[in-house]
């Protein structure tokens, strides 16, 4: 069993950054395929970034076009953390950002279905 616990969200103006963070109970979480999830009011929840497992590949890493260019996920084994660089953000950002783990398959997992594990979620707001 992991829980996981997401941090770092907040307001924030268009073109600004924020970085958030995903920390994991688990003593290593290279075993784990991770990604970041999110939801805006009245919409589905969308795949955002995902990595692979480090046991698998090392760390290939997948983003939805939206975002490509503007966000960084990246992982730190030894602090069993994920994390989600943002720069560049725009209103449509705008939205619950959750963090996502399993252990089950190393590849890149882009179907929520796809993750046994699931932090809080941490609000992110950009005004324009």
């Known amino acids: 069993q992991v829980q996981l616990g997401e941090s770092g969200g907040g307001l924030v103006q268009a073109g600004g950054s924020l970085r958030l963070s995903c920390a994991a109970s688990a003593r290593t979480i290279s075993s784990y395929a991770m990604g970041w999830f999110r939801q805006a009011p009245g919409k589905e929840r969308e795949i955002v970034a995902a990595i692979s497992s480090i046991s698998w590949s090392a760390g290939i890493t997948y983003y939805i076009d939206s975002v490509k260019g503007r966000f960084t996920i990246s992982r730190d084994n030894t602090k069993s953390t994920m994390y989600l660089q943002m720069n560049s953000l725009k209103p449509e950002d705008t939205a619950i950002y959750y963090c996502?783990?399993?252990?089950?398959?190393?590849?890149?997992?882009?179907?929520?279905?796809?993750?046994?594990?699931w932090g809080q979620g941490t609000q992110v707001i950009v005004s324009s």
């Open positions: 996502a783990a399993d252990s089950r398959r190393g590849t890149v997992l882009r179907n929520p279905d796809e993750y046994g594990y």
